[in-house]
């Protein structure tokens, strides 16, 4: 299991062997609502593209160039870093701190999606930096987060825990329920991992459950709901 580091949209689909016509059906739909969706991702990438060729206020370029490459982590990681790396540029020849923090965010981003932890860690705590100095605890809750999900999926559980737990502290000290309850999702993904923590993956999951249901994230829901089944089914057949 990955840990969380952002909204991920999963698509499932149970088809009936027994009615190929319906499986035909439902298929042509998904193939619809899925080229709608990719259409949709292009015109806004289009859109966004403009702004940066039209737009004379360089702060405007700079978050129009981070919500650029946000639209690539997944799909071009490699274009996700150069626009990331546009951004961070331009920020810090206008010292647009804010600008600054979030492309290191974007670059780190493209990286964690390619795979290459290392370098995902250093523009995150590039990123860690700039918002420390600011002041800004929303962000440095959103980057201690990112910075627990490599070194959990590098399977450094102790390191993963504390940045996690420091991301969790600066969440609710904000109320930001977001962050809090991927802070408190991903904690109890750490200790999902073992047999003899599944009780505190258990609490934390608990925690998280009335968040995510107030956001809606359905991606944290479906996290947990799988894993505490799974928790709840192990200790059935051990009892």
Not at 38 to 50: F, M, V, W, Y
Not at 87 to 103: C, D, H, P, T, V
Not at 140 to 165: K, M, P, R, T, W
Request: hydrophobic share 35%.
């Amino acid at each position: 299991m990955l840990a969380m580091i952002g909204t991920t949209v999963f698509y499932y689909l149970k088809i009936c062997n027994s009615n190929t016509t319906m499986r035909t059906k439902l298929i042509f739909l998904l193939l619809v609502f899925l080229s709608t969706q990719a259409q949709s991702q292009i015109e806004q990438i289009d859109s966004l593209k403009r702004v940066i060729e039209s737009t004379k206020v360089d702060s405007v370029k700079v978050n129009t160039l981070i919500s650029l490459s946000s639209y690539y982590y997944r799909s071009s990681p490699s274009e996700a870093i150069r626009y990331g790396e546009l951004a961070e540029n331009l920020a810090g020849k206008i010292n647009f701190q804010s600008g600054q923090a979030y492309a290191y965010k974007s670059i780190g981003m493209g990286h964690y999606f390619q795979g290459n932890y290392t370098d995902a860690l250093l523009s995150w705590q590039q990123s860690l930096a700039v918002f420390t100095s600011m002041g800004d605890e929303q962000g440095e809750a959103n980057i201690l987060n990112n910075l627990g999900a490599v070194y959990f999926n590098q399977g450094d559980d102790n390191s993963a825990i504390e940045y996690y737990l420091q991301s969790l502290k600066l969440a609710e000290k904000n109320e930001d329920k977001l962050r809090t309850a991927t802070a408190l999702v991903n904690i109890g993904g750490v200790y999902f991992n073992k047999p003899s923590t599944h009780d505190m993956a258990l609490s934390y999951y608990l925690q998280s459950l009335p968040l995510s249901e107030e956001l809606g994230d359905q991606d944290a829901i479906g996290t947990y709901t799988v894993n505490m089944g799974e928790i709840y089914l192990a200790s059935e057949q051990v009892d």
